[in-house]
């Protein structure tokens, strides 16, 4: 009974674990030499030849055939002598199928039994592939130089001296330093100094000698590694002049070593002590091995007590006969049954939850010889995932209603972060369709906002403390929103998270930039105000401090004229007059550019007053041109294109009288000895249209933009007189009786003006 229960240990072991890369044995030596394998593991079929012929029957010739005759008596040879010395067992063998030949490493270590027997357990490794690369001997200096530089294992070289010369890259890697002179006497762990001496001192001595030996190797940073050699005496060999050790770091196999070694009292002690129920079934749904939880669920007092006992015996036939047709399908399918929820009634009458796992237990064969079962009582988890459903339910429930976006950020103990959950409101409020596999909101910020965003999340998460924080975000499709993101931190662990909501504040932020806004203007309005009555209050000083000596000039000239008219002397009078004359002409332009100033300062200031009536425009029209353009000095008229029917406008006639003038003036003052301009009428349901168009020298197109402004003169009539204030004031009084004016012209062939006013005026 105990041989079977060791057994069925061993292939739940087996089941549970997994092929393992490394062949698990055991083996006895008896005392006329004689190899005996209790067991094998499976993976034997990956290394040795022959594993396609193997059952338990045959298992010592299938190995012992396989060795080399060569080497057959120094692998018994070095059992033998391990067996004698209670010490570990460490031999390199080769096995060979037909022309094919490897290289296999045996280690183990004794374990006494209580017959006065010993049993070895420990592993066989296929290490071929690591002999191949093996750099112990070497041709010529050039060849050992090139595997130095390029050797993947550590190669490292001592003289006649004992003195380390040459290190290999990969040596010195192992070692954890740059170079030669940084390894020292303390390097080797201190337990492990005398072994290694010892070793070095035989080579020395015997050239042909070759030892494999381990040892603890302290790095600088102290960490403590395991270390594997093979000695190569060369000293003779005059490109090398030294003692060859190939190193490995082997930490790693060691550590394997040692839980090789304890695995079967961990795993065995594991089955025993798992919060699981765990048992064995034999083919007749009879349990055969029960560990200690299922024998408390059970109620039974011992294993002996529960084993032999079919469900039938322990459970209600309800859940029996479910149970067994489970069990047998098992058998028949070889499937396992994996976490298989299960409500089962248990001889206490609680009904209670289980996740289920039944796996086939099947031999060297194939042949599946019963079942393992593992079961874990799941009733509370059961209800608490229920309770955490609806805790879900209720939170998406509530993500999805609240006006932001919901989320859960975890802080990871590195500083590193994602989200946990991002509610689908992302997209909707701020157009971002959210990578829910990247989930990394900082490509989202608005790029002048990034770093101060950057710089609170850091502070934030560094110091674990509420989040408040505004900020922009720019969607896939470049619209820019404001948004508020507000979170407080619960702490886990190494773990942070952070439970808050991005609200949308675009509209706020709007509110506020246009309050900020309307409040410059109004400083704006106000200093303009300012400015504008400081203008307002210089215009009308200047013009009143300007008219009267302009009057006393006039008047003067009026009198000098009268004197000059007296004179005798006709060529003096001539010139005096000519003067006078000029004089004449500057003061009139002067005054006429004080009252367009004055004109312009009214306009601005809205002080303009409206004179509205209803007029004949056509008659305001034929009084313009009879005051002003009927008997010219130049002999030139203006042509006069009316409807024969008027109509009553309702507008200001001051006004229209100011505007139609003074683009006549234009008209003729800059088409000197050219055809007579034109001035044209035409009616519309709801507006009349005016055109006046010339023929003179027209307006370059670079000055057309700037014609409106004020002071502005086009380059080609700066050597003819004019102020730079006509047609804004114009432009203004258009405006101001509700109309517009445009113009079309071409350098050097003329220029149209087109006025268009409302019929009947509205403020």
């Not at 059970?298 to 859940?319: A, M, R």
């Not at 088409?671 to 009616?683: G, H």
């Not at 307006?699 to 933009?705: A, L, M, N, S, T």
Request: hydrophobic share 35%.
């Amino acid at each position: 009974m105990k041989v079977e229960n060791e057994l069925k240990t061993d292939y739940f072991l087996q089941n549970t674990v997994g092929y393992s890369q490394v062949v698990m044995f055991q083996l006895k030596l008896s005392e006329e030499g004689l190899i005996n394998f209790p067991y094998v593991s499976k993976a034997i079929k990956y290394i040795f030849f022959k594993a396609e012929q193997f059952t338990f029957q045959q298992q010592t010739s299938v190995y012992l055939d396989a060795i080399l005759k060569e080497d057959y008596q120094g692998f018994i040879s070095s059992l033998q002598k391990a067996q004698q010395n209670s010490t570990d067992w460490l031999y390199e063998f080769r096995i060979q199928h037909n022309d094919e030949i490897r290289w296999i490493e045996v280690f183990a270590n004794p374990e006494d039994e209580a017959d006065g027997t010993i049993t070895w357990h420990g592993y066989f490794k296929n290490i071929t592939q690591h002999k191949v690369k093996d750099g112990t001997f070497f041709e010529n200096e050039s060849i050992f130089t090139k595997l130095i530089e390029k050797s993947t294992e550590g190669i490292v070289i001592v003289n006649a001296e004992n003195r380390l010369i040459e290190m290999s890259n990969s040596g010195k890697k192992i070692f954890g330093i740059e170079t030669v002179a940084e390894y020292g006497n303390n390097t080797v762990h201190p337990d492990d100094f005398a072994n290694l001496s010892s070793a070095f001192k035989q080579v020395y001595t015997n050239p042909d000698y070759t030892p494999t030996v381990r040892f603890r190797c302290i790095k600088p940073n102290g960490e403590i590694i395991w270390i594997e050699t093979n000695f190569n005496n060369k000293l003779a060999d005059p490109s090398i002049k030294g003692i060859v050790m190939n190193v490995r770091d082997i930490t790693e196999q060691k550590k394997t070593e040692q839980l090789l070694k304890n695995e079967q009292n961990l795993l065995r002690s594991i089955i025993d002590n798992l919060p699981l129920n765990v048992y064995v079934k034999d083919l007749e749904s009879r349990k055969t091995l029960i560990n200690k939880a299922e024998l408390e669920y059970l109620g039974f007092k011992d294993e002996k007590e529960g084993l032999g006992k079919s469900d039938f015996e322990t459970f209600g036939e309800e859940f029996a006969k479910t149970f067994v047709e489970e069990d047998q399908s098992v058998f028949k399918t070889g499937k396992a049954i994996i976490n298989k929820e299960t409500l089962i009634e248990d001889p206490s009458k609680r009904r209670v939850w289980y996740l289920l796992s039944k796996i086939p237990l099947v031999n060297e064969n194939g042949i599946v010889e019963g079942l393992i079962g593992i079961s874990v009582d799941i009733t509370q988890q059961k209800l608490v995932q229920e309770q955490l459903s609806a805790s879900e339910l209720m939170f998406k429930n509530l993500a999805e209603n609240v006006p932001g976006v919901v989320y859960q950020l975890c802080v990871d103990a590195d500083g590193k972060s994602h989200f946990l959950f991002l509610s689908s409101k992302m997209e909707e409020i701020f157009g971002i369709n959210f990578d829910h596999k990247e989930r990394n909101i900082s490509k989202y910020i608005y790029q002048e906002d990034k770093q101060t965003y950057l710089d609170s999340f850091s502070k934030v998460t560094t110091n674990k403390i509420n989040w408040n924080y505004e900020g922009r975000l720019q969607s896939d499709n470049g619209e820019i929103k404001w948004f508020q993101g507000i979170s407080s931190p619960t702490v886990i662990g190494d773990k942070t998270y952070f439970n808050g909501i991005l609200l949308d504040i675009t509209e706020r932020k709007n509110s506020e930039e246009a309050k900020k806004h309307v409040r410059q203007l109004e400083l704006s309005l106000e200093k303009e105000k300012e400015i504008n009555l400081l203008k307002s209050r210089f215009i009308s000083f200047a013009s009143h401090e300007f008219r009267t000596p302009l009057a006393t000039i006039v008047t003067s000239i009026d009198i000098l004229g009268i004197y000059t008219s007296m004179l005798e002397n006709a060529d003096i009078k001539s010139k005096l007059q000519h003067h006078l004359d000029r004089v004449t002409s500057q003061a009139k332009r002067l005054t006429e550019m004080l009252s367009d100033v004055l004109l312009l300062e009214k306009s601005a200031n809205d002080k303009i007053t409206l004179q509205l009536e209803h007029l004949d425009i056509i008659n305001l029209i034929k009084e313009i041109n009879l005051q002003y353009y009927h008997e010219r000095k130049d002999a030139r008229t203006l042509e006069l294109i009316l409807p024969e029917v008027g109509k009553s406008v309702y507008s200001d006639a001051s006004l229209l009288h100011h505007i139609i003038n003074n683009l006549l003036d234009n008209a003729f003052k800059y088409s000197t000895n050219k055809p007579n301009p034109c001035l044209s009428l035409s009616f519309e349901e709801q507006s009349f249209s005016i055109k006046i168009k010339d023929y003179g020298i027209g307006i370059p197109k670079e000055d057309q933009e700037n014609l409106f402004d004020i002071f502005f003169r086009a380059t080609n009539v700066l050597n003819i007189d004019g102020t730079g204030l006509g047609l804004n004031i114009t432009r203004e009084f258009t405006h101001k009786l509700g109309g517009t004016i445009t113009f079309k012209s071409e350098e050097g062939k003329g220029t149209e003006f087109t006025l268009v006013f409302p019929m009947q005026y509205h403020s």
